[in-house]
């Protein structure tokens, strides 16, 4: 008698296993490194200002400081009484008269306005004689400025005393810039997730070894060591590549036991499905531990995860992907990312969907939740990749990101979906 197949677990319960697991692995080990080598790294320790910034009131734009009670009317005359460059301060400003000043400079105490230079006209000084007051010249003012207009107020983009970055936030070139803005030069940062990569499989072949006319039936080159080495190196991780191993169980034992201790966590693809020749399952659990699951989600239903044992401090996490390639990608992208952010001490974070109209119909779903590869077009709606086989690898190139549809859900030419890009899922 046939065993019934087993229930389909949902994406949603396998995250939440695998950042159960996670947790109890996060990365404690830390580093002190200087901003300039910081990108990508997750903070360990808050940033806090000891500055304001602005640390004054000052302009945004290139023109003339003056006092708002001193421009009744358009068309008013007021003499230039200094010139403000950026990183001079200039002196308190004499009523009834102006101050030349340019960008990102202080402004005078006194002035409560600047007017751009292009609403203003400079009328030079005499060439000879004239009053001391007219020395700088004289402007004309051809609007009637409000109060703090063109002012960037002291303190208004960052306090001091305030946290700008927590800790667990990955810095992107964004979060750098604000770190040196209030004046950070090194930050302390939690140590990169060691990652052990390798593949399984006796017909797969490095690019470079054999010739594509020498290429022996059956075989095919390996493509998921560079599409999942590029997505780790992409998350910050330290990468140690073992390579293909044989489809033997010896062989797998033995690497698995090379790749335990030194590493937070050994990713495989390939060899996760129950067939005699799938070695990782009775591998991983002679080692160690192993769940093997059947995700309710298409590319990808496979999936284990579980540890290896180490003669270190703890042992290695071990997740095995599918062999297919569009299924290893995807399946990196919507469950192994994750556990990368909570290793490094972020937490789970939700997919963010864009809703977008569908300019395709989908129109015989699979009853698991499927993840379409589509790309936006001219008129800001989706098409659809003609082939969603989880062995074009062509489709990941061609796509934007993911159609995230649930399980047997049709799709109709204008209806909106749920569309996570793949910039979204490689920055988690």
């Known amino acids: 008698m046939m065993k019934p197949a087993p229930a389909l677990m949902s994406l949603e319960d396998a995250l939440e296993r695998l950042s159960t697991g996670a947790r109890a692995c996060v990365i404690e080990d830390t580093q002190t490194v200087v901003l300039f080598d910081a990108l990508g790294r997750v903070l360990a320790e808050p940033i806090r200002s000891l500055i304001d910034v602005p640390p004054g009131d000052n302009t945004s734009m290139d023109g003339y400081a003056m006092r708002v009670a001193d421009v009744p009317s358009a068309g008013a005359r007021l003499p230039v009484s200094q010139r403000i460059p950026a990183g001079q301060v200039g002196q308190p400003l004499t009523p009834g008269t102006a101050a030349r000043i340019f960008t990102g400079a202080q402004v005078p105490p006194g002035a409560d306005a600047v007017v751009m230079q292009e609403q203003c006209e400079f009328m030079a000084p005499p060439s000879a004689g004239g009053a001391a007051a007219a020395a700088m010249g004289e402007v004309i ?8 207009q063109w002012i960037r107020r002291r303190g208004e983009d960052v306090q001091s005393g305030s946290v700008v970055l927590e800790a667990g936030t990955r810095l992107s070139p964004q979060a750098l810039g604000l770190a040196a803005s209030v004046g950070c030069a090194s930050v302390t940062v939690r140590r ?8 399984t499989g006796d017909e797969l072949v490095m690019p470079g070894e054999v010739p594509p006319e020498q290429l022996r039936p059956g075989a095919i080159y390996n493509s998921n060591r560079y599409t999942l080495r590029g ?6 991780c330290e990468v140690t590549d073992l390579g293909i191993v044989p489809d033997r169980l010896d062989a797998t034992q033995a690497v698995l036991r090379q790749a335990a201790g030194g590493h937070d966590l050994i990713l495989t693809s390939g060899g996760v499905s129950v067939g005699e020749e799938d070695h990782i399952k009775p591998a991983v659990q002679a080692e160690g531990s192993l769940d093997l699951w059947q995700m309710a989600i ?16 703890r042992d290695s996490l071990f997740i095995g992907l599918p062999g297919n390639p569009v299924s290893s990608f995807v399946t990196f992208l919507v469950a192994v990312a994750p556990v990368l952010r909570v290793l490094q001490g972020m937490p789970p974070q939700p997919f963010k969907p864009q809703l977008l109209r569908a300019d395709f119909d989908w129109p015989k779903p699979d009853r698991r939740r499927e993840f379409l590869r589509a790309r936006l077009n001219e008129l800001g709606g989706l098409d659809l990749f003609a082939n969603q086989s989880s062995g074009v690898l062509t489709s990941a190139i061609w796509a934007d990101g993911l159609i ?3 399980p047997g859900a049709p799709i109709a030419r204008g209806q909106m979906v749920s569309f996570l890009s793949f910039g979204d899922l490689l920055s988690s």
């Not at 003012?141 to 703090?148: A, D, E």
């Open 141 to 148: 003012v051809n609007t009637v400025p409000q109060s703090g």
């Open 192 to 199: 990169r997730p060691r990652v052990a990569l390798f593949s």
């Open 231 to 236: 997505l780790l190196q992409a998350a910050a």
């Open 298 to 313: 298409k590319p990808g239903k496979p999936l284990a995860f579980g540890s290896v044992r180490s003669t270190g401090l």
């Open 404 to 406: 995230d549809n649930p």
